[in-house]
């Protein structure tokens, strides 16, 4: 069974850092895009940071200068770190996975578990 498992998140301050990591399990040949989604209570889950497998890398403007996006694509893992954590980034974070090919899919999504995040002194 293909999934992927969540690691890191929880209690941060304000202004302090976070990292949270992922990894694919089973038996996974390659991923499309990999990368991260959240979502807050009562919103919409939406695009933190996200990865090709070409390279490329896109972040949203919420987090952008804050945030780092990290993919090791034979460990087929990816991690999230955002610094100068703030009010609005509160939320259960997603790792995402597109395009998964295992010995039984060719064309899967993944989505993790999710693993929350609180800001608070």
């Known amino acids: 069974q293909v999934q992927l498992v969540e690691s890191g998140g929880g209690l941060v301050q304000p202004g302090g850092s976070l990292k949270l990591s992922c990894k694919g399990s089973?038996?996974?040949?390659?991923?499309?895009?990999m990368g991260w989604y959240r979502q807050a209570p009562g919103g919409q889950r939406e695009m933190v940071a996200l990865t090709w497998s070409g390279g490329s890398t896109s972040v949203a403007g919420s987090v952008k200068g804050r945030a780092t996006i990290d993919r090791d694509f034979s460990k087929k893992t990816v991690s999230l770190q955002i610094n100068d954590l703030n009010p609005d980034d509160p939320a259960v974070y997603y790792c995402?996975?597109?395009?998964?090919?295992?010995?039984?899919?060719?064309?899967?999504?993944?989505w993790g578990q999710g693993t929350l995040v609180t800001v608070s002194a």
């Open positions: 995402y996975a597109y395009r998964v090919v295992s010995l039984t899919y060719r064309n899967l999504t993944l």
């Open positions: 089973g038996t996974i040949f390659s991923i499309g895009r």
